[in-house]
T-cell receptor, first 116, second 111 residues
Framework: GAGVSQTPSNKVTEKGKYVELRCDPI?????LYWYRQSLGQGPEFLIY????????DSGLPNDRFFAVRPEGSVSTLKIQRTERGDSAVYLC??????????????FGPGTRLTVL | QKEVEQNSGPLSVPEGAIASLNCTYS??????FFWYRQYSGKSPELIMS????GDKEDGRFTAQLNKASQYVSLLIRDSQPSDSATYLC???????????FGGGTRVLVKP
């Protein structure tokens, strides 16, 4: 596709439920990133994939959060036992090169997660 | 101290004026610096990237970097109402790939 796509655009769930958020990066982009943005704040890094492997997962807040990218393209962010504090916009980004500090990251539209 | 700091604003500027946005960062090994624009309810959109000290101009936008002072700025010339948005400063370390963002500066351009 022309840009990064994310589904669903909105997700409302109840506390304790499991959710999956999907990201489809720009075609040919090797690197994929997940960020989380709370209201009034800048995005916060969660995890970065280079190909199929998670190169840096230092931003995942706890073991309820997990992400996969089994074929090196689409990625799924999985959140178990959701809590109200997980409510935020989850942003996915991709970049063309296999990592590098000058790599430009292009963001998707985000998934707004609301945990009731 | 936050890793990347920005004044939250709002920065109110009249149409046609220059908007000046500032960002400071704490990690001296930071190598790449980015300015993203984010409209309300939308995702961040890259405006400028800068990697070396000095100025970089692109249209109405100029980014300025001073690594010794750990400071990066964005100037928006001839500000338009369509420039009203939140501007996010992001920093990338030399050996890493994750972007560390500031909290953003909200800019309001008044006709």
């Amino acid at each position: 596709g022309a840009g990064v796509s994310q589904t669903p655009s909105n997700k409302v769930t109840e506390k304790g439920k499991y959710v999956e958020l999907r990201c489809d990066p720009i075609s040919g982009h090797t690197a994929l990133y997940w960020y989380r943005q709370s209201l009034g704040q800048g995005p916060e890094f969660l995890i970065y994939f280079q190909g199929t492997g998670a190169a840096d997962d230092s931003g995942l807040p706890n073991d309820r959060f997990f992400a996969v990218r089994p074929e090196g393209s689409v990625s799924t962010l999985k959140i178990q036992r959701t809590e109200r504090g997980d409510s935020a916009v989850y942003l996915c980004a991709s970049s063309r090169l296999a990592g590098g500090s000058t790599d430009t990251q292009y963001f998707g539209p985000g998934t707004r997660l609301t945990v009731l | 101290q936050k890793e990347v700091e920005q004044n939250s604003g709002p920065l109110s500027v009249p149409e046609g004026a220059i908007a000046s946005l500032n960002c400071t960062y704490s990690d001296r090994v930071s190598q790449s610096f980015f300015w993203y624009r984010q409209y309300s309810g939308k995702s961040p959109e890259l405006i400028m990237s800068i990697y070396s000290n000095g100025d970089k101009e692109d249209g109405r936008f100029t980014a300025q970097l001073n690594k010794a002072s750990q400071y990066v700025s964005l100037l928006i010339r001839d500000s338009q109402p369509s420039d009203s948005a939140t501007y996010l400063c992001a920093v990338n370390r030399a050996a890493g790939n994750k972007l560390t963002f500031g909290g953003g500066t909200r800019v309001l351009v008044k006709p």
